[in-house]
Nanobody
Framework: QMPLVESGGGLVQAGGSLRLSCAAS????????MGWFRQAPGKEREFAAA????????VYADSVEGRFTLSRDKAKNSLFLQMDNLKPEDTAVYFC?????????????WGHGIQVTVSS
C-alpha cells in the first residue's frame, strides 16, 4: 500500500505562490516516479509534472514549465510542487500520483486531490 495525502492547497491571487505537498506512507517507499496531475472544472485530468524518484529527473507540462518546480524529500517520503506566478487557468483540483516499481500500467496510486483556486 502507498497511501498518498496532499496538502497545501487553497486560494491565492494571480501572481502568487503555493506549495503543494504529497506525503506517502508505507514501510518501504521506493516508487519509480511520482507526479502531479490536475483537473479543472469541466475538463479532463491533465499531466502537470513528474519526478523520477531515484534520480530526481523532472518533466513538466508546457503550461507550467518555468513556473512550477518539483522536489522531493526521500527521508520523509514526500513530494513537493512549488507553484509560482500562478494564473487563473491554474485553478483545478491537484492530484498526487505514484507509479510503483512493479507497475506495468503507469501510475497506480493516487491521492484524493486538493483544491487550488487562483483569483484574477
Amino acid at each position: 500500500q502507498m497511501p498518498l495525502v496532499e496538502s497545501g492547497g487553497g486560494l491565492v491571487q494571480a501572481g502568487g505562490s503555493l506549495r503543494l505537498s504529497c506525503a506517502a506512507s508505507g514501510r518501504t517507499f521506493s516508487p519509480y516516479r511520482m507526479g502531479w496531475f490536475r483537473q479543472a472544472p469541466g475538463k479532463e485530468r491533465e499531466f502537470a509534472a513528474a519526478l523520477r524518484w531515484s534520480s530526481g529527473f523532472t518533466v513538466y507540462a508546457d503550461s507550467v514549465e518555468g513556473r512550477f518546480t518539483l522536489s522531493r524529500d526521500k527521508a520523509k517520503n514526500s513530494l513537493f510542487l512549488q507553484m509560482d506566478n500562478l494564473k487563473p487557468e491554474d485553478t483545478a483540483v491537484y492530484f498526487c500520483a505514484a507509479q510503483s516499481s512493479s507497475s506495468t500500467v503507469g501510475y497506480d496510486y493516487w491521492g484524493h486531490g486538493i483544491q487550488v483556486t487562483v483569483s484574477s
